[in-house]
């Protein structure tokens, strides 16, 4: 049974960090890219960031460029996602996913985590 569990949402000042990570169990980690998308209130679920299996191409959306960093961690089967100097156009649930093809993880992965709240008060 394969699981994507994220971890670290909260609520956090504007200007402020969080960092996300999620848990991946019942894949073989290192054959899989994986990204991360949100979804904001009354919005479409967006791609926000991917990586490729060994980490050594990432992506990201324009509007988190600079500040937003995606890595893992092979070892431990985990992906994260850095977030420093949120803004309340940030608040969404953040969602991770994961796909053996990274074109295919941009669109309609195979696997979705349950998602993370990330809130960011102005």
């Known amino acids: 049974q394969v699981q994507l569990v994220e971890s670290g949402g909260g609520l956090v000042q504007a200007g402020g960090s969080l960092r996300l990570s999620c848990a991946a169990s019942?894949?073989?980690?290192?054959?899989?890219?994986m990204g991360w998308f949100r979804q904001a209130p009354g919005k479409e679920r967006e791609f926000v960031a991917d990586?490729?299996?060994?980490?050594?191409?990432?992506d990201y959306i324009d509007s988190v460029k600079g500040r937003f960093t995606v890595s893992r961690d092979n070892a431990k089967n985990t992906v994260y996602l850095q977030m420093n100097n949120l803004k309340p156009g940030d608040t969404a649930v953040y969602y991770c996913?994961?796909?053996?093809?990274?074109?295919?993880?941009?669109?309609?992965?195979?696997?979705w985590g349950q998602g993370a709240q990330v809130t960011v008060s102005s």
């Open positions: 019942g894949i073989t980690f290192n054959r899989y890219c």
């Open positions: 990586i490729s299996w060994n980490g050594g191409l990432t």
């Open positions: 996913a994961a796909d053996e093809n990274i074109n295919v993880l941009r669109t309609t992965p195979i696997y």
